[in-house]
């Protein structure tokens, strides 16, 4: 069992940066793909980028190419997101999430642990 805890969130003005961080505890976290999700109120859960277990890969979805950088440190067993030049539309719950295997990974049900989220609002 995983446990997954998200920081990082607060409000910010469009055009700002924020870093968001995952922390793991409770298993192996270089064993995971991971990945980061966030929820709009009144949207479904929507998937944001993904890295595999030693960083070789990563993916993103297209609203956040080249805003976005997802990294991790498995000495740490953190996950972050780097967030720069954020819009309005970046307005969400952010999660963190762990699965075995770098596949399916836009698929929340493919995840095996979830954190609590954390909130982000832009203001524009």
């Known amino acids: 069992q995983v446990q997954l805890t998200e920081s990082g969130g607060g409000l910010v003005q469009a055009g700002d940066s924020l870093r968001l961080s995952c922390v793991a505890s409770?298993?192996?976290?270089?064993?995971?793909?991971m990945g980061w999700f966030r929820q709009a109120p009144g949207k479904d859960r929507e998937f944001v980028a993904a890295i595999s277990e030693k960083s070789v890969r990563s993916y993103y979805d297209n609203s956040v190419l080249g805003r976005f950088t997802i990294s991790r440190d498995n000495a740490n067993d953190t996950l972050y997101l780097q967030m720069d030049s954020l819009k309005a539309e970046d307005t969400a719950v952010y999660y963190c999430?762990?699965?075995?295997?770098?596949?399916?990974?836009?698929?929340?049900?493919?995840?095996?642990?979830w954190g609590q989220g954390t909130q982000v609002t832009v203001s524009s």
């Open positions: 999430a762990a699965k075995h295997l770098f596949l399916s990974i836009r698929a929340p049900a493919e995840y095996l642990f």
């Open positions: 409770g298993g192996i976290f270089s064993a995971y793909s």
